[in-house]
């Protein structure tokens, strides 16, 4: 049996909230609350101005004003409304199955929509968080769904918007427009910045164990992975390490690369990261020579300058690297004759090794296909995991920008590995 996740590890300079994995309900009815009214907060600032809400259309993100009552909706559906497949009742918004429905709406429809006004989708989430609140003492799906946790889709729901409340806030670093929720960014570094941890051999554990209170269907059922002795960063790397890689022409040598992916780089020209330029220059691009020590003394004279949402800084060497893919993670430890850390080597050090800084500042790239642990069976909500795996990485730890009650050791994240715009950067580990 697993360690219970009340006696696991928690991130270190920043703490989580309560443990919505297993708060009562008037706890969690106070985490719904507090959480919304962050949402809603976003949402007041951005104001009536359609301009403010306008964004181009990317594959990557979702019209805001979309994605704030999608949330709301999703709420409706399993907290209020009930039903696996045909809700029990109508909506509190006539058009709300007709637009704020991920399932039935294709991504680029969502831009060509006519969607209440921020004023009427403000309205709908008071409404439906009034509502799913009452529903805390008799929650619509329970019986149909079984289980211990009567609650477990209103902990699912709460956890939904705050993954959407991150995609919410990269949206204006991926647009580089203000951001209605979060200004400084990653933090800097702490006391294990260029530290390294030392692992015995041992046994880590993915996923879960039943009694572990709440927990997502990818994390359904514990797999124990004995693993080697290895040694591993104590910390995401940052920029200034980064910098260097980047100053070494790394971008120039095809050696690095992932074939496909070095292709890209020679097709769009980019030298560096997404949203870092050489000062003077356009962003990730160099219009001197291909030549790689020239390429690092322009970096060296001229200066790296990195955008965080709409305003362009001096790089700073000790922050934690961000808006990294897991090709860059990659390429940067074949340079520095590193490897990424497997999903099993991150979990033994964040529930084994003092001093293992995680959970404040970024996602982490794993080494690890995303894949179903052993006795897998999607839950209610069956998009959530099963159509992701094998093609996306495992992603571990979690951001400045997610909400600390989101934060767990045990939590399985997953991207394509191509994604550099949401907030993920990596550690290294060796032998
Ligand atoms: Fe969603």
């Known amino acids: 049996m697993a360690a219970s996740p009340d006696h696991l590890p928690r991130p270190g300079p920043a703490a989580p909230g309560s443990d919505l994995r297993r708060c009562d309900a008037d706890s969690l009815a106070a985490a719904m609350r507090s959480n919304r009214d962050e949402t809603l907060g976003a949402l007041a600032r ?38 696996l497949s045909t809700p029990r009742s ?11 429905d991920s399932n039935l ?33 008799d929650p619509p799906m329970a019986a149909e769904l079984g289980g211990d946790d009567p609650l477990h889709m209103h902990r699912l729901s709460l956890f939904h ?17 203000s ?15 260029g530290h390294v941890l030392a692992a015995e051999p041992g046994r880590a554990t993915i996923g879960c164990d039943p009694g572990d209170g709440f927990v997502f269907d990818n994390e ?43 292709a890209g780089l020679r097709q769009s020209g980019r030298v560096m990261p997404r949203y870092w330029r050489i000062r003077g220059e356009a962003e990730g691009r160099w219009t001197g020579s291909r030549d790689a020590s020239a390429l690092g003394r322009s970096v060296c004279s001229s200066g790296i300058e990195v955008r965080r949402f709409d305003t362009w800084h001096a790089l700073e060497p000790a922050r934690i690297l961000v808006h990294v893919d897991a090709f860059e993670a990659e390429a940067y430890c ?83 590995p191509d994604r550099g715009d949401i907030f993920i950067g990596f550690r290294t580990c060796g032998d």
């Not at 080697?228 to 040598?253: H, K, T, W």
């Open 105 to 137: 709406v294709p991504h680029p429809t969502r831009w060509h929509l006519r969607l209440p006004s921020p004023q009427q989708t403000a309205e709908y989430l008071e409404q439906v968080m009034q509502s799913s609140i009452a529903r805390l003492e």
């Open 220 to 262: 359904k059922w514990s797999l124990p992975v004995e693993i080697d002795s290895f040694v591993i960063d104590a910390e995401p790397l940052d920029c200034g390490r980064f910098r260097d890689f980047v100053a070494s022409g790394a971008y120039l040598d095809e050696r690095l690369w992932a074939p496909g992916y070095f």
């Open 179 to 193: 951001s209605p929720v979060h200004r400084d960014g990653v933090p800097s570094g702490g006391a294990g910045a």
């Open 90 to 100: 109508s909506s509190l918004l006539d058009c709300a199955d007709a637009v704020f």
């Open 46 to 83: 951005l104001g009536s101005d359609a301009e403010a809400w306008a964004l181009p259309y990317l594959r990557i993100i979702n019209p805001p004003l979309w994605e704030i009552g999608h949330v709301g909706h999703f709420w409706e559906r399993w907290c209020v409304r009930g039903g």
């Open 334 to 416: 074949r340079w520095a004759k590193r490897r990424l850390p497997t999903e099993a080597q991150w979990q033994y050090a964040v529930e084994r090794l003092p001093g293992f800084r995680w959970g404040d500042a970024v996602w982490e790239w794993t080494a690890t296909r995303f894949h179903p642990l052993p006795g897998f069976a999607p839950d209610a909500y069956r998009e959530y995991s099963a159509p992701w795996f094998e093609t996306h990485r495992s992603v571990r730890g979690g951001s400045f920008a997610t909400p600390r009650g989101m934060i767990h050791p045990r939590f399985r994240n997953f991207y394509m």
């Open 161 to 177: 918007e705050m993954m959407h409340k991150e995609a919410f806030t990269y949206t204006w670093q991926t647009t580089a427009r």
